[in-house]
């Protein structure tokens, strides 16, 4: 048993630094996974509904495209928006929207002289607090020198830094007239979900702030970014003050995005800041941080959210702008990482001790307790505290744990369990015993009466045979001698019920109905007696092996015998101590095989000779037996015939009182041919003659009584 459990706790100990070494590897699976989980937490708690905060959105909507023409619009129109905001008393103004290239719907364009649209809306740009979007465009373009100064405390993060590998920047002109440059790209692009905000780049020399964050610094007239760097000289990134502001950051500048559903009024729709009655939205633009950008889908600035569905570029920007405002933050760390490893690790090892001590349901119990204290703390420090701790990784080690463990304490309860049944069916038949596995209440505690065949088997020689042999020797001969005999029991469909020193005690028809059971019993003794001739052939050097079998049918108590803490399957009655005293009269008959009337019965059609009858020790009236001669085939075949109705006869003459020495010679000339052992019951039989005579009490002819000693 300890053998077992250490192989179950060094099992579960390998597959617990296998669940924590794919942790510590931390592949793109186990990321994909983790930050799903974080998404979840914000669907089931989006970020609280701040008081009005002022940052709108102009959307260039379906409407605006159906209203001012296709996409792009003339660089007339974004003049007139910054002119527009400007006169409505924005605080900045911070368009979501590349201006790479000149303006091809320019008069300039078109006619020498004409007027250049893009020196038309530089103007507009000049001197307002204006933020134009850079963004990264694979390879080739110069990224463009900050707008803003930098200071930085602790070691040069600048390596640190995602880098600007391929710029798109605004054209010079309007690049050099606004007062502000942001990074509008987000960490992933296309259709991947945007849950990580780089608030800085690298350009190479010095580090580009994203969108939001120049929009906060121009929004409150800001000249200086201050990066808060570590001073353990990782080169590492740990916040970044705006102004007032002060946000924390990942080690490579990132911010997580805590998303909130967007209310309508944060949209502004673009069509209404250029139609003519624009002055009406004063009162929802003044004082506001305004950002330009697009939510028609043809334009291809949509993003995923962690709250599930497609929302426009420019409002994870605004997302940002809102977590900066109101100083609501997610945090992640880097001890976490270390955190999540140690819950893994303690969560596995306690499964694992849970199994090992309770059982499979107890630890069924125990992993749901530790998996519902993992996702409860994961949840309360992300409520609570904005604090991102990954639960899932560990849910999926508790249950890989228990499913490994239990695996294993399956394979090895089924292992034993298969030892057990091929142990078994050294006593029950294979097809019974797999009726007894499909149907528990045939082995119900207790027991009921029923028909069974009963047989005793014991070695004649034993005694003699011990005293010759060497104790070691003497093992040897027995266990082969019982395997063949046990064999044949098994291979009959009987239940062997337990080997008594040289003696095996089986019985048919129980714990499952056996059809024709006293036919398999007496089959069973035949093959039983050609399975001990081809052991004493084999056994040459060895005495010969004789045995003697009783068989009887009849009802019999069989069921669980004992007490509740140990109890043998076994059966109790007149047929069973029948059974095991005409095995001892085996000795007294001079045959190897004798079976009751009643058995006799139940297989007329097998090779059987009546032997008179014997009183038996414990029985209260002399008994018939029956020899046990050989199969059907032996009982049709015309030399048995003759034999049998010699016998008969003789039988007949001793009843009478008669010595019938010719009957005898004749019957003995006709079992030489067929079955040399009956010589012996013949010698025997001239010795208990009387034994044949019957008794008459009353006027009734009731029964044969033996006038010899009792057995």
């Known amino acids: 048993m300890w053998k077992r459990r250490l192989s179950a706790l060094l099992f579960g100990a390998a597959v617990v630094v296998a669940l924590v070494a794919l942790r510590a590897a931390d592949p793109y699976a186990v990321r994909v996974a983790r ?149 509008a790209s987000l960490d992933r692009e296309g259709a991947g979900v945007a849950r990580r905000l780089p608030l800085l780049w690298s350009n190479g020399t010095a580090p580009l702030p994203t969108l939001s964050v120049e929009t906060l610094r121009v929004a409150q007239g800001v000249s200086t970014l201050v990066v808060l760097g570590d001073t353990a000289g990782a080169g590492t990134v740990d916040g970044l003050r705006i102004g007032q502001f002060e946000v924390p950051t990942g080690p490579n500048g990132d911010m997580w995005l805590y998303y909130r559903e967007l209310p309508p009024e944060t949209y502004v729709s673009a069509q209404r800041l250029l139609a003519a009655d624009y002055a009406q939205l004063a009162p929802a633009l003044a004082g506001h941080i305004v950002l330009v950008g697009a939510s028609a889908a043809g334009l291809l600035d949509i993003r995923a959210s962690p709250l599930g569905g497609a929302v426009p570029g420019v409002s994870i920007h605004l997302q940002a702008l809102e977590q900066m405002l109101t100083g609501t933050y997610l945090y ?25 001590l309770t059982g499979p349901l107890p630890g069924l119990l125990v992993s749901g307790v530790i998996a519902a204290l993992v996702l409860a703390g994961s949840w309360l420090a992300f409520a609570q505290y904005g604090l991102l701790i990954d639960p899932g990784f560990a849910l999926f080690a508790v249950l890989v744990v228990y499913a490994a463990m239990a695996f294993f304490q399956f394979a090895v309860t089924d292992a034993d369990k298969r030892r057990i049944r091929r142990a078994f069916a050294h006593y029950v038949e294979p097809s019974l015993l797999a009726q007894i596995e499909a149907d528990e209440g045939l082995l119900k505690l207790g027991g009921d009466v029923r028909e069974l065949t009963v047989m005793f088997s014991d070695v004649r020689n034993f005694t003699a045979l011990s005293e010759r042999t060497a104790p070691a020797e003497l093992v040897g001969i027995l266990n082969r001698l019982f395997a063949a005999l046990g064999a044949a029991i098994v291979g009959h469909q009987g239940t062997i019920d337990k080997f008594m020193g040289d003696a095996v005690m089986a019985f048919w028809n129980a714990p499952v109905d056996v059809p024709q059971h006293a036919r398999r019993a007496c089959e069973a003794a035949l093959a039983m007696r050609e399975a001990l001739q081809q052991l004493n052939a084999q056994q040459a050097s060895v005495e010969p092996i004789a045995i003697g079998i009783g068989i009887s049918t009849g009802p019999a108590l069989v069921g669980n015998m004992g007490f509740e803490a140990r109890f043998d399957y076994s059966c109790i009655g007149d047929t069973v101590n029948v059974a095991s005293r005409l095995e001892g009269a085996c ?125």
Do not use: N
Not at 332 to 356: K, N
């Open 587 to 711: 000795r007294y008959v001079g045959y190897d095989v004798l079976v009751t009337a009643e058995t006799r019965a139940a297989v007329p059609d097998l090779a059987l000779l009546d032997a008179g009858h014997v009183v038996l020790k414990g029985i209260s009236h002399p008994e018939p037996i029956h020899l046990l001669v050989g199969p059907t085939s032996l009982a049709a075949s015309p030399e048995f015939g003759a034999l049998r109705t010699e016998h008969d006869a003789l039988v007949a003459a001793w009843a009478r009182g008669e010595t019938a020495a010719d009957a005898l010679e004749r019957c003995r000339a006709a079992a030489v041919r067929i079955d040399p052992r009956l010589g012996g019951f013949y010698d025997a039989s001239v010795k208990r003659r009387a034994d044949f005579a019957p008794v008459v009490v009353g006027d009734s002819h009731l029964m044969l009584q033996e006038r010899g000693a009792p057995l």
């Open 332 to 356: 992640r760390a880097d001890w976490v990482g270390g955190l999540e490893v140690l819950v893994i690790a303690g969560s596995a090892v306690a499964v694992v001790l849970a199994l090992l």
């Open 35 to 183: 930050e799903t989980t974080f998404d979840v937490f914000q669907q089931l708690k989006p970020r609280p509904a701040p008081a009005d905060l002022p940052v709108r959105i102009i959307d260039i909507d379906e409407a605006s495209l159906a209203a001012v023409g296709q996409w792009p619009w003339s660089r007339q129109v974004m003049a007139r928006i910054a002119d527009r905001l400007t006169e409505l008393g924005a605080s900045a103004i911070a368009f979501d929207i590349l201006f790479s290239e000149p303006d091809r719907l320019s008069p300039s364009a078109i006619v020498a002289g004409g007027e250049d649209y893009d020196d038309l809306f530089a103007r507009a740009l000049e001197g307002r607090p204006t933020i134009l979007a850079v963004s990264r465009a694979g390879q080739g373009g110069v990224a463009p020198a900050p707008k803003s100064g930098y200071a930085m405390t602790g070691a040069d993060p600048l390596p640190g830094l995602p880098i600007l590998d391929g710029v798109a920047a605004p054209l010079p002109p309007l690049a050099l007239a606004a007062a502000g440059l942001g990074v």
